[in-house]
Nanobody, 126 residues
Framework: QMPLVESGGGSVQAGGSLRLSCEAS????????MGWFRQAPGNEREVVAT????????YYADSVKGRFTISQDDPKNSVYLQMDSLKPEDTAMYYC???????????????????WGQGTQVTVSS
């Protein structure tokens, strides 16, 4: 069983909204980051938004600040990404990721995350 299962991707026109969901199984220690990365063809995987689950502190890439909101639901052990005012440049495969329960994790660095979902495609047309 995969520890992270995503849902909610799809196709939308520019200016539209989508909500991604990620449910974690077996990752119960809350002293970790859980969030979203994305990767477009030919590009490196980049951070979108992440949350330190213990305090709900949120971190965002500059490109999505003010448009995307990350949140969590503790009883459901889930993290969500509300994406508003979507742009064509947001088109990518979006991956849910979680770090180990360790301090000193670089929230923006994909290499510091050890659990990954299978990815969900987001396509924004102009």
């Amino acid at each position: 069983q995969m520890p992270l299962v995503e849902s909610g991707g799809g196709s939308v026109q520019a200016g539209g909204s989508l909500r991604l969901s990620c449910e974690a199984s077996g990752i119960t220690d809350r002293r970790n980051f859980m969030g979203w990365f994305r990767q477009a063809p030919g590009n490196e995987r980049e951070v979108v938004a992440t949350i330190w689950r213990d305090t709900s502190s949120q971190y965002y890439a500059d490109s999505v600040k003010g448009r995307f909101t990350i949140s969590q639901d503790d009883p459901k052990n889930s993290v969500y990404l509300q994406m508003d005012s979507l742009k064509p440049e947001d088109t990518a495969m979006y991956y849910c990721a979680a770090s180990t329960p360790t301090y000193g994790i670089r929230w923006y660095s994909a290499s510091d995350y050890v659990y990954w979902g299978q990815g969900t495609q987001v396509t924004v047309s102009s």
